[in-house]
């Protein structure tokens, strides 16, 4: 369960971020991450896709879609979602809820994500810490309620050019740290994080520690199409 907990809050983070003067990928574009284990080996894979934006500047709408991939890159069932963020001056608004994946409705399984949201503003620097974001997630399964609370900090260390196998990008590599409290038991993990302004700021890599700071897992860009 925790699993499923803290990839959801994954997917919260990599797309649910605040900035002014947003440059989204274009229309079109597909980002497609290999998911791999502390050795390296492929578990799986996900692919985001840019579906539509309207508007432009400070405000605009935009439609994301989601999927997950088994290791032969096939869409597994019940594993994708579509979900819309919207611009307003500058700040962008995203409804948490979108991004559960709908096996999870098909099962019954109840689920309302609150949070503070991030901000991520425009002219991040080396050295800048971002706002600390808080989210809540009850789940329903059958009757019995959970609750679990999530505290996400970052700090960008630097900006630097990062090569991964979709090709080179000039990137904001921020540490973070992700405390998940359940049943009044806080785990405490941190990744570091490789955001290209040129998509988005959508994640081109990510690694996980735990508490040891041992390696965990990591995600890679592998391909970019159409942006």
Same mark, same amino acid.
């Given at each position: ?20 003067? $947003? ?8 980002? !497609? ?18 579906? %539509?934006?309207?508007?432009?500047? =400070? ?5 994301? &879609?989601?999927?997950? +991939? %088994?290791?032969?890159? *096939?869409?597994? *069932? ?6 819309? &963020?919207?611009?307003?001056? @500058?700040?962008?608004?995203? %409804? ?9 409705? =098909? ?5 309302? #994500? ?25 789940? %329903? ?10 505290? $996400?900090? @970052? ?11 979709? @090709? !080179? ?16 038991? !806080?785990? !405490? ?7 290209? &302004?040129? +998509? ?21 860009? #592998?391909?970019?199409?159409? =942006?």
């Amino acid at each position: 369960m925790k699993k499923l907990i803290m990839a959801i809050l994954v997917i919260a983070i990599g797309t649910g971020v605040y900035a002014q003067n $947003y440059t989204p990928p274009k229309v079109g574009t597909v980002l !497609t991450y290999a998911n791999n284990d502390a050795k390296g080996n492929v578990q799986d894979y996900s692919q985001i896709t840019v579906k %539509d934006v309207k508007g432009s500047g =400070n405000n605009m709408t935009i439609t994301f &879609a989601g999927v997950g +991939l %088994d290791k032969n890159r *096939k869409p597994v *069932k019940g594993a994708e979602f579509t979900y819309k &963020a919207e611009v307003k001056n @500058g700040v962008m608004i995203m %409804d948490l809820n979108q991004l559960i994946p709908a096996e999870m409705k =098909n099962q019954g399984i109840k689920m309302d #994500i609150k949070g503070t949201g991030m901000e991520l503003p425009s002219n991040l620097k080396a050295g800048q810490s971002l706002k600390p974001y808080d989210a809540t997630i009850t789940m %329903d399964i059958s009757g019995i309620k959970m609750t679990s609370k999530i505290k $996400y900090e @970052g700090k960008c260390v630097a900006i630097e050019d990062l090569k991964v196998p979709a @090709g !080179t990008f000039k990137c904001h590599k921020v540490n973070e740290k992700v405390s998940t409290t359940v049943m009044n038991m !806080t785990n !405490t993990s941190t990744n570091t994080s490789w955001w290209a &302004a040129s +998509l988005g700021f959508f994640s081109v890599k990510t690694e996980s520690y735990d508490e040891k700071n041992k390696l965990v897992s990591s995600q890679v860009l #592998i391909e970019v199409k159409g =942006n």
